[in-house]
């Protein structure tokens, strides 16, 4: 489906599946509520999926991977051949990403839609959009029909995964300089001051940080991206993998698949994705509570809270495969507690 298609089929969670769920919730051998947020999770997945007892077997991370021509200025601690090192070592399977997604059971989907080098790497996804965006402090990144093409990649693999039988989501990331993109995008798209917003990244000292200020204070004031217009926005200061990513909100919604913000790279494409369409918000899940500064920001906006606080700043979608176990075990409840028929005991009751 193409970006204008897609909007148009996204609709509300399934209201009558969702009261259906609380019926069973309250009949579970537990005092009602008594299992706090891993209900709501329930509520929603069931909302999401139309199933009463959903299933969350299937999880693949999605990692959209890309370079961003603001590296030029310095704002990040790592040199850009970082992108297409870390890229091609998803593959090999021993980076955080792959680890701890191993452990909750899913599966990486990694994405080129943007490395500045000529990957041939067997089981890398080849959607490359342009060999890295142009230096935001000098320009736009992209042109607006580059930014509607790296959206409808992300729709694309949604699709792909969905027709796979994939029944979770994760979002992760690769690309050096990314957390000044998205820093630029999360400060016009929520109205925060860059200073909120802007974290330290890989590891700046405190004079890179000054720096990286600086640069996205610079780039905004020259591209002055339109705040109402999220495709704008992700245009002139964002990242070919930050587009891809809005794109994965956007068609997780689409094909009703419940999808994982992971750190702040992602949140700031979930939150481009539901300025463009707010029924989006419906299908996702906050994973942790990254130690970037704007991940925190943008949770307010959105009004979400965080499944986990660990301080990570990893991305790459480590945090959303450790959530994918909350999730995990919200469901194992859910699914296999008695109820209060199958124990034979009278059902708890609030007191008057």
Known sequence: MTFIEVLNVIGGLDIEIIQKAQKRLDSLTKPLGSLGRLEEIVKQLAGITGELIPCVKNKKIIIMCADNGVVEEGVSSCPKSVTSSVTQNFMKGFTGVNVLSRHSGADTVVVD????????????????????????????AMTRDEAIKAIEVGIEIV???????????????????NTTTSSAVASVLTGYEID??????????????????????????????????????????????????????????????????????????????????????????????????????????????????????????????????VLDAAVAAYREMGTFGDAQIEQYKPLE
């Not at 839609?113 to 736009?140: E, M, S």
């Not at 995964?161 to 690309?175: A, D, P, R, S, Y």
């Open 113 to 140: 839609v943007g490395v500045d080098d000529d990957i041939d790497c067997p089981g890398i996804i080849n959607r490359k959009i342009r060999k890295g965006t142009w230096n935001i402090a000098k320009g736009p």
């Open 196 to 325: 909120e917003m802007v974290g330290r990244g890989a590891g700046l000292t405190q004079e890179g940080l000054i720096n990286k200020i600086k640069v996205i204070k610079k780039a905004i004031d020259l591209n002055k991206p339109n705040p109402s217009d999220p495709v704008d926005v992700l245009a002139k200061v964002g990242g070919f993998d930050i587009a891809a990513l809005t794109g994965c909100f956007i068609g997780a919604a689409a094909y009703r698949l419940p999808i994982m913000i992971d750190g702040f790279i992602t949140a700031a494409a979930a939150l481009a994705a539901i300025k463009i369409k707010p029924e989006c918000r419906n299908y996702i899940f906050p994973s942790h509570s990254s130690a970037e500064p704007g991940n925190k920001k943008i949770m307010e906006v959105l009004d979400m809270r965080p499944m986990l606080m660990l301080d990570m700043r990893l991305g790459e979608g480590s945090g959303a495969a450790l959530a994918f176990h």
């Open 159 to 177: 699709g792909i995964l969905k027709e796979q039988g994939v029944n979770l989501l994760g979002t992760g990331e690769m690309g050096v300089g």
